[in-house]
Antibody, heavy 121, light 107 residues
């Protein structure tokens, strides 16, 4: 069974940094692109960032470009999101999600259960 | 950026009824690159449909997708109690990937 488990969320002050991790299992991790998608509790979904199987292609939403960095370690079956200069509007549940192909962004299946990031003083 | 507008915001129906959910794009979605997800309270979204009409593995055939260009529809032929949830469309025809605001199907 494919599984994605996020970690690293928590309460952080505005302007500080946080690094999220996603541990993948049940599939060949380096065969797929991966993504981060966020959701403000009670609100809709927003794609944050995606990374191809070999890290050769990376994309970001304009709202996080220049502040967030996505990366992956295929040897560890892990996906990461380094979040710097955090703002109150970054407060959300952050999901890790698997793409259907190695590169080129498609649809997401499956999703992890999410890790909550709260940016507040 | 392609903006997806879902309507209605809330759909109030009873079990056994038919649900028709709309997703309209601000510009044409290339090659019908549109997916639908279901999200229940406290759970992550679950893929229902990709490529506008292809059901994901394990999704019952009461769920069907249709449409092309700028207008897409998710139809649930006969609502089961477990179908009451929020449904999102997502386009992957161009970057950035974008989602609609969601339609809540409630009893």
């Amino acid at each position: 069974e494919m599984q994605l488990v996020e970690s690293g969320g928590g309460l952080v002050q505005p302007g500080r940094s946080l690094k999220l991790s996603c541990a993948a299992s049940g599939f060949t991790f380096d065969d797929y692109a991966m993504h981060w998608v966020r959701q403000v509790p009670g609100k809709g979904l927003e794609w944050v960032s995606g990374i191809s199987w070999n890290s050769g292609s990376i994309g970001y939403a304009d709202s996080v470009k220049g502040r967030f960095t996505i990366s992956r370690d295929n040897a560890k079956n892990s996906l990461y999101l380094q979040m710097n200069s955090l703002r109150a509007e970054d407060t959300a549940l952050y999901y890790c999600a698997k793409d259907m192909y190695r590169s080129g962004w498609r649809w997401f299946d499956p999703w992890g259960q999410g890790t909550l990031v709260t940016v507040s003083s | 950026e392609i903006v997806l507008t879902q309507s209605p915001g809330t759909l109030s129906l009873s079990p056994g009824e038919r649900a028709t959910l709309s997703c309209r794009a601000s510009q044409s979605v290339s090659s019908s690159n549109l997916a639908w997800y279901q999200q229940k309270p406290g759970q992550a979204p679950r893929l229902l449909i990709s490529g506008a009409y292809s059901r994901a593995t394990g999704i019952p055939d009461r769920f069907s997708g249709s449409g092309s260009g700028t207008d897409f529809t998710l139809t649930i032929s006969r609502l089961e109690p477990e179908d009451f949830a929020v449904y999102y469309c997502q386009q992957y025809g161009s970057s950035p990937l974008t989602f609609g605001g969601g339609t809540k199907v409630e009893i």
